[in-house]
């Protein structure tokens, strides 16, 4: 058995394996799991084509400017093929992932790295191949895998990945703060930006440019962000003025009830005085000597955490953000990192919970069936625990920084393949 795992015909028949069958649950599957993809993103393609109006660049858009390459790429064999051109490009970062993960040798490095990753991609269910969070997941597992090595090429990776979706900027910070090669990984996220900048304002606007920032703004409390939690119980409950709707500008369902809208005006600044909290207890562990292999991975965990928790905006895609740092902290801590078995985990356990009730059960989530809240809380409960670990894993570091090597070291596996 353990050399049947080990071995990399083994993992690739699984990721074909999982890919077929998240394919089919997006493309034939109960819930309209890629309804973004084939309603919302061919809408904004073929808007451009016909209009000659392109989201991100002639108006504000709730992405950055990059997430247009994505959308654009899928439409190249036309509109009927859109979905299916979607799932492949998805899959075929997937693959350059894994190849990140496990090597080109017959005996793949990190295979238990990547049957977690398998699993993960399985529990979570067709959301991990359904929206723009499936692009920039393999740019941001590349990234994490290279950037010990080669720093400059993963900031750009990341960088790339924050101009599609914002997320991947956590760990942008995570390695500026953790890394001695802040200074390159910086200066490589430095010049992406600067040019995708320079592009964005040559065919567009400088409003445009900024508007994920202002649509982030002036959003109300998404249903399955944690601090609605308690207003869908009270909606549940028949709380006068509570309930669920869809906000047809933004195209998702939210919550309203007394109080939602301060806490909706709130919770912008309380996510940026999170993640400057989390950065100073970074910066500390950093200052105090603690290891590449324990800060780098904890710090990463601990700033996608907290965009997830302290927000009032929460997919359901938002959980495949998870397998980023798990799959880092996992790879490192073969090396002498810190132990990221809790973190994986309850990794898992949030994926199966979110696809317990996205996207089959969705509509009745929405009905504020008791059995759905309480899936959604538990998963929501899991997120706090997550991040709660993160950040007592970092004040740990803060006091007591471990002796260990800077970086990951570089090894030999059995198929001659650098680890």
């Not at 000659?52 to 002639?58: A, I, K, N, R, S």
């Not at 924050?162 to 500026?176: C, F």
């Not at 625990?385 to 030999?412: I, N």
């Amino acid at each position: 058995m353990r050399r049947i795992a080990g071995s990399a015909v083994s993992l690739w028949l699984a990721f074909a394996a999982v890919h077929l069958w998240l394919g089919f649950l997006n493309l034939y599957g109960p819930g309209l799991p890629m309804g973004d993809v084939t309603y919302v993103y061919l809408f904004w393609v073929e808007r451009g084509f016909t209009v000659g109006e392109w989201v991100g660049l002639d108006t504000e858009w709730v992405y950055p400017v990059l997430a247009l390459v994505p959308m654009l790429a899928a439409y190249v064999f036309g509109p009927d093929l859109y979905a299916s051109t979607w799932l492949t490009i998805v899959m075929a970062l997937n693959a350059v992932a894994l190849v990140s993960i496990i090597g080109v040798h017959e005996r793949a490095r990190r295979a238990p790295v990547a049957w977690w990753w398998m699993l993960f991609l399985v529990l979570v269910g067709p959301i991990a191949l359904g929206r723009i969070d499936a692009v920039t997941v393999p740019l941001a597992i590349v990234a994490v895998m290279l950037i010990a090595d080669h720093p400059r090429w993963g900031g750009a990776l990341l960088a790339i990945g924050a101009w599609i979706k914002v997320w991947p900027a956590a760990l942008v910070l995570a390695a500026v703060v953790a890394l001695r090669a802040r200074a390159a990984v910086a200066a490589s996220v430095a010049i992406v930006s600067g040019a995708v900048v320079a592009l964005a304002l040559a065919f567009g606007s400088l409003l445009a440019l900024v508007s994920p920032v202002m649509q982030q703004t002036s959003r109300g409390v998404q249903v399955e962000a944690v601090v609605a939690t308690p207003w869908l119980w009270a909606a549940a409950a028949g709380v006068p003025g509570t309930r669920v709707y869809y906000d047809q500008g933004i195209l998702t369902w939210q919550v309203l009830g007394e109080g939602t809208s301060l806490v909706a005006d709130l919770m912008t600044p309380l996510l940026a005085l999170a993640v400057l909290a989390i950065v100073v207890l970074g910066l500390v562990a950093m200052r105090r000597g603690v290891a590449e292999l324990d800060l780098f991975p904890v710090l990463s965990l601990a700033l996608v955490m907290t965009l997830i928790v302290v927000n009032k905006v929460g997919s359901p895609q938002f959980a495949t953000w998870i397998a980023v740092p798990v799959v880092l902290g996992l790879a490192w801590q073969r090396w002498g990192g810190m132990s990221f078995t809790v973190p994986a985990v309850l990794g898992l356990a949030i994926a199966a919970l979110t696809q317990s009730f996205y996207p089959v059960q969705y509509g009745a989530l929405l009905s504020l069936e008791p059995a759905l809240l309480a899936a959604l809380t538990a998963r929501n409960v899991l997120y706090l625990v997550l991040l709660g670990w993160a950040v007592q894993r970092l004040a740990v570091l803060c006091r007591r920084p471990r002796v260990a090597p800077a970086t990951p070291p570089v090894a030999v596996d059995e198929g001659g393949a650098s680890a």
